[in-house]
């Protein structure tokens, strides 16, 4: 059964840094591209990033690029997602998920597999 979980939420002030971690298991790790998205309350799904199942090709939304760094560790089978320069907009639950083939894609839709998500709170 596929499962993601992710860790390294948490409260920061403005202008700190995170580094969100995406587990996934009971799936061939390199046989799927990564995607993260966030959720505030009251608001629609967005895109953050996505990366590609070699590590290529990474993507990210027009409100996190330059300060938002996705990245492999094949080592370990997990996917990072170092958050610099934090602003209390980037305040929401952050969420992995995982889509079989070589690239992710910015729709939510195009992916199967979900975590339960981890809370990022960024006070100014």
């Known amino acids: 059964q596929e499962r993601l979980v992710e860790t390294g939420g948490g409260l920061v002030q403005a202008g700190g840094s995170l580094r969100l971690t995406c587990a996934p298991s009971?799936?061939?790790?390199?046989?799927?591209?990564i995607g993260w998205f966030r959720q505030a309350p009251g608001k629609d799904r967005e895109f953050v990033s996505h990366?590609?199942?070699?590590?290529?090709?990474?993507e990210y939304g027009d409100s996190v690029k330059g300060r938002f760094t996705v990245s492999r560790d094949y080592a370990k089978n997990i996917v990072h997602l170092q958050m610099n320069v934090l602003k209390p907009e980037d305040t929401a639950g952050y969420y992995c998920?995982?889509?079989?083939?070589?690239?992710?894609?910015?729709?939510?839709?195009?992916?199967?597999?979900w975590g339960q998500g981890t809370q990022v709170t960024v006070s100014s």
């Open positions: 990366i590609g199942w070699r590590g290529t090709s990474p």
């Open positions: 009971g799936l061939t790790f390199n046989h799927y591209a």
């Open positions: 998920a995982a889509r079989p083939g070589p690239y992710g894609s910015r729709r939510s839709s195009d992916f199967a597999s």
